[in-house]
C-alpha cells in the first residue's frame, strides 16, 4: 500500500510536467513522419509486390525502427531526467527522506512510472500503425497500396512488446543516472552521446556484425530473431541495475 501511494503521489507531481504529453507526442511524431514517407514512396518502402498483409508488417517494421532506435532512447532520457527534475529542484529529497516511508519506494514508484510510459508510448505507437493502415490506401498515391486481411495484430504486438522490452537495461541505467546527479544536463548528455554511439554500433554491426547487442541503448534495434536471448540477458542486467541503484539511492546522504 506504501508503494501505491508513492505511485499515485508521483502521478499528481507529473501534472506539472510535460512528462505525460511526451507519451502522446513522440509516437504521433514518428507515426507521421513514416505516414509522409510511406505516401510519398509506398511501393520501396512498403515491398508492395509481397504477398497481401505483409503490408501490415512493413509498415510496423518501419515504425518501431525509427521508434528503437532515435525516438525511444530520447524519450526515455527526456523522461527520467523530467521526473528525476521533479525532485532535485529545491532538494526536495530533504522532505521525502524526513517522511516515515522507505526510501526504496521512492526509487522504484519512479521507476514503475517511467516503465509504464513507455510501454504506453509502444502501444500508442501500435495504434498509429493501425490508423496509418486505414489510411494509406485512401491517399492520392502512384501505387495503390493494400492491406489485406486479418491485420497480423498479435505479430505485431508481439514486435512491439520485444521492442519494449529489450529497452529496459537502457531505461534502468538512465534512471539511475537522473537519479543519482541532480543536473538536468547530465542526464540528458548522458542519454544523447549514448543515443549516437547506439547508431554507431549499429553502423558497425552491419559491417563486423553482433557489436549492437553488446550496448544497452542499441538493444531495441535488435532483428527479431535475435531478440529471444537478448531479452533474458537484458532483463537480468537491467534487474541488477535497478538492484544497485536502489541501494546507492536508499544510502545516500542529502546536503
Excluded at 511524431?29 to 514517407?37: D, E, K, M, S, Y
Excluded at 492491406?147 to 541505467?173: D, K, N, W
Excluded at 537519479?179 to 549516437?196: D, N
Excluded at 556484425?209 to 553488446?214: E, H, L, M, S
Aim: with cysteine; aromatic share 10%.
Amino acid at each position: 500500500m506504501t508503494l501505491l501511494r508513492v505511485l499515485f503521489a508521483e502521478l499528481l507531481k507529473m501534472k506539472r510536467t510535460i512528462a505525460l504529453a511526451l507519451v502522446v507526442i513522440a509516437p504521433f511524431a514518428v507515426g507521421t513522419l513514416i505516414l509522409f514517407a510511406v505516401a510519398q514512396a509506398p511501393f520501396s518502402m512498403l515491398r508492395v509486390r509481397n504477398a497481401a498483409g505483409s503490408q501490415w508488417m512493413e509498415l510496423a517494421r518501419l515504425n518501431l525502427e525509427l521508434w528503437g532506435a532515435l525516438m525511444l532512447p530520447l524519450f526515455i532520457t527526456i523522461e527520467t531526467a523530467l521526473i528525476a527534475g521533479l525532485d532535485h529542484s529545491e532538494n526536495q529529497w530533504k522532505i521525502l527522506f524526513a517522511r516515515p516511508v522507505p526510501r526504496w519506494t521512492f526509487y522504484t514508484a519512479k521507476l514503475l512510472m517511467v516503465m509504464a510510459m513507455t510501454a504506453a508510448g509502444t502501444a500508442l505507437l501500435l495504434c498509429g500503425v493501425l490508423l496509418a493502415g486505414a489510411l494509406l490506401p485512401f491517399l492520392p498515391l502512384s501505387v495503390k497500396v493494400h492491406f489485406g486481411l486479418p491485420v497480423p495484430l498479435a505479430e505485431m504486438l508481439r514486435r512491439s512488446a520485444q521492442v519494449s522490452g529489450l529497452a529496459f537495461l537502457m531505461l534502468t541505467i538512465q534512471h539511475w543516472v537522473s537519479l543519482r546527479w541532480r543536473a538536468f544536463s547530465v542526464a540528458t548528455g548522458v542519454g544523447i552521446l549514448a543515443t549516437v554511439t547506439g547508431f554507431v554500433m549499429l553502423a558497425a554491426s552491419r559491417q563486423a556484425g553482433g557489436w549492437q547487442q553488446y550496448f544497452p541503448w542499441s538493444l531495441p534495434m535488435l532483428p527479431a530473431e535475435k531478440a529471444a536471448s537478448a531479452l533474458w540477458i537484458g532483463g537480468a542486467a537491467g534487474l541488477a541495475v535497478a538492484a544497485a541503484g536502489c541501494w546507492d539511492f536508499c544510502r545516500r546522504e542529502v546536503k
